[in-house]
């Protein structure tokens, strides 16, 4: 992924220009399910006139690591705030959003580098000691 290679140097909080933001809903409730399509659908109207944001997957139901349904937005550093401020204004109340830098740590981009608008789900977090263990073994000098 090019975006990794991006991260080869220097400080980690530096190097990341990418970052993700995964909406999550109540994948069994088909007017959750529309409400996250329109919310999605907003947000690439919203943002059509740059580069910086990019809608990049709807998945109806829980997929892999992700409990419920979701959808996903690559967005950069340059509308960081501006992403984040609309979010907080405009998610509507049924939608869980995550957000976290791309970097080369996922267990801690997910986890301790990670912010939430709304709940996070309750079976998220991954134990402690995973959380200890990626921490010591991605930490390096700057």
């Known amino acids: 992924m090019r975006h990794r290679t991006a991260h080869a140097d220097g400080c980690e909080s530096r190097r990341t220009r990418l ?18 399509r329109g919310f999605m659908d907003l947000i690439r109207r919203t943002f059509a006139a ?10 109806p139901a829980p997929a892999g690591p ?3 349904g979701s959808f996903e ?9 501006d992403y984040l401020l609309w979010l907080m204004f405009t998610r509507p109340e049924s939608l869980d959003i995550l957000i976290h830098p791309l970097t080369r740590s996922q267990t801690l981009d997910h986890t301790t580098r990670a912010l939430w608008l709304g709940t996070p789900p309750s079976r998220w977090l991954p134990s402690a000691a995973s959380r200890t263990k990626q921490r010591a073994s991605s930490q390096r000098p700057m």
Do not use: G, I, K, Q
């Open 66 to 68: 992700h409990p419920r």
């Open 50 to 59: 740059t580069d910086d944001v990019r809608v990049t997957s709807f998945t």
């Open 19 to 36: 970052f993700h933001s995964h909406a999550y809903f109540d994948h069994a409730a088909p007017e959750r399910v529309a409400e996250a």
């Open 73 to 81: 937005v690559v967005f950069t550093r340059n509308v960081f705030a």
